[in-house]
């Protein structure tokens, strides 16, 4: 279940910035009992940036592939074998 806290709380930074460590999910912060922003430590926010990278270029790949963009592997690897002498 997400961590939601009222924006006041962002006063005490040693206390948030734990909270963002120790968190699994990031953290809502409401202002005036709405949703303002999502705070998250930087291990989590490299994590998703990664995956996110790694869906996008799956959904490239598929894309690709749908359009008959596809080489042979077995010819490939044979000419990236004869190309870098392994």
Do not use: H
Not at 26 to 55: D, H, L, W
């Amino acid at each position: 279940m997400p961590l939601i806290i009222p924006i006041k709380d962002l006063k005490n930074t040693s206390a948030i910035s734990q909270m963002c460590q120790d968190a699994t999910e990031p953290i809502y912060v409401t202002k005036n009992g709405y949703s303002n922003m999502v705070i998250m430590s930087a291990r989590m926010y490299e994590e998703r940036m990664f995956k996110q990278e790694v869906y996008r270029k799956l959904a490239e790949s598929e894309e690709q592939f749908a359009l008959g963009r596809t080489l042979d592997a077995k010819a490939s690897l044979r000419k990236l074998s004869a190309k870098f002498k392994l």
